[in-house]
């Protein structure tokens, strides 16, 4: 019987990862799999070596670090010693897979690695890392195909997995009546991040810019996504202060909101690419501490940030980064998104290509079949 063994350090992982374990199991249930995951391959039907749960806390502490390195030793004991696998698929979390990578590339099995770190947009040196330990990799962006090729690393673009997890638009007309708002307005909603200190930098900014909008045009209303892991306490005492504007906050609504609105102001991010999904007008802005900002330019492999702006190799999506992130500046791009009709669809038709070069028959199947090819 072959063995596959799997590594996950987050929820998403996770979550891709059992896709496709799902598809691996209707090409050849015989395959036998365990993994370093969470609930979504637990559910998946697979035996867990670990719970991941205590990997995902991030930040630069000792004790995290110390962990990581003593759960790396306790997988690759468990590899060498008993496991003995054909096969380790390491799926996301790439700081501590691409290190954990460099001990049990000497073990002889294969190493894949689906959704591999994003190398492409910074510490391109991890290519070096790549090409040593990794006999194949599972792309999720074409781009990165080539980037891999480039370096004669054996790779294959296998299709993004929002593609088959997103859901279908939501009827504007319904979710406009259900939740009272007025379907003479255009519709703005407000993504500032799941973190909290992106809460801290960016709320108070795009609620400003909200208000210089609501100024020049009263045809608007705004709404603004709380993510379900920022606390009410982060976010209402600030709204509190911006009654004027008569913002909804909802939560866990976030594909509803990216498909039913007329333009979006986004926190950089999945979020970018997800509402390209849906064909949405947006802007993204971005403003965080100098001495993070500088360590980012330092790093940074590209000059872009935006998904879907990479993705198209063109400045589609309008980018407000550090300096230039003020009030003002994304007013006056909203503003353009629901005023002037040529420049929104000229947006929606260039986020149209998104999905078409992102489009395959489904990521978890693809990557299941190569997997299951393979081993």
């Known amino acids: 019987?072959?063995?596959?063994?799997?590594?996950?350090?987050?929820?998403?992982?996770?979550?891709?990862?059992?896709?496709?374990?799902?598809?691996?199991?209707?090409?050849?249930?015989?395959?036998?799999?365990?993994?370093?995951?969470?609930?979504n391959l637990e559910q998946a039907g697979v035996k867990l070596f670990c719970d991941h749960s205590k990997m995902s806390a991030m930040g630069f502490n000792f004790g995290i670090i110390f962990n990581h390195i003593m759960l790396g030793e306790k997988i690759a004991k468990y590899l060498h010693d008993k496991y003995k696998p054909d096969m380790v698929l390491l799926t996301d979390y790439g700081g501590f897979n691409l290190n954990l990578s460099k001990v049990i590339s000497k073990f002889g099995f294969k190493i894949y690695y689906y959704i591999p770190p994003q190398i492409w947009?910074?510490?391109?040196?991890?290519?070096?890392?790549?090409?040593?330990?990794?006999?194949?990799?599972?792309?999720?962006?074409?781009?990165?195909?080539?980037?891999?090729?480039?370096?004669?690393?054996?790779?294959?673009?296998?299709?993004?997995p929002l593609l088959n997890q997103m859901p279908p638009k939501t009827d504007?007309?319904?979710?406009?009546?259900?939740n009272n708002l007025d379907t003479s307005k255009k519709l703005i909603s407000i993504f500032p991040g799941s973190r909290t200190f992106e809460i801290k930098n960016l709320l108070k900014l795009f609620l400003d810019s909200a208000r210089i909008i609501k100024s020049k045009n009263e045809?608007?209303?705004?709404?603004?996504?709380?993510?379900?892991?920022?606390?009410?306490?982060?976010?209402?005492?600030?709204?509190d202060k911006y009654k004027d504007l008569n913002i909804k906050i909802m939560k866990n609504k976030n594909y509803e909101l990216l498909s039913v609105s007329d333009a979006l102001i986004l926190a950089s991010g999945t979020v970018a690419l997800e509402a390209a999904l849906y064909q949405t007008p947006m802007i993204i802005s971005y403003r965080g501490p100098w001495f993070l900002y500088i360590i980012y330019l330092l790093v940074r492999s590209i000059k872009r940030v935006c998904l879907p702006n990479i993705i198209l190799n063109q400045d589609i999506v309008p980018?407000?980064?550090?300096?230039?992130?003020?009030?003002?500046?994304?007013?006056?791009?909203?503003?353009?998104?629901?005023?002037?009709?040529?420049y929104n669809s000229d947006m929606k038709t260039s986020l149209s290509k998104v999905k078409e070069i992102l489009h395959t028959k489904g990521a978890a199947h693809k990557a299941a079949e190569i997997i299951v090819n393979d081993i």
Not at 133 to 155: A, H, Q, R
Request: net charge positive.
């Open 319 to 342: 980018e407000i980064l550090q300096t230039k992130a003020k009030p003002d500046v994304i007013a006056s791009n909203i503003l353009k998104i629901i005023e002037d009709e040529k």
């Open 1 to 39: 019987m072959k063995k596959l063994f799997i590594i996950t350090g987050e929820y998403s992982g996770d979550k891709h990862a059992a896709d496709v374990v799902r598809e691996i199991k209707k090409l050849n249930p015989e395959i036998e799999i365990e993994a370093v995951g969470g609930k």
């Open 172 to 178: 504007k007309t319904i979710f406009f009546k259900n």
């Open 219 to 239: 045809n608007v209303q705004f709404i603004l996504c709380q993510a379900p892991n920022i606390k009410d306490e982060l976010i209402y005492p600030l709204t």
């Open 121 to 160: 947009a910074s510490r391109k040196w991890r290519l070096n890392t790549v090409k040593k330990n990794i006999n194949k990799v599972l792309t999720i962006f074409p781009f990165e195909s080539e980037m891999y090729k480039k370096i004669g690393v054996d790779v294959e673009f296998v299709g993004h």
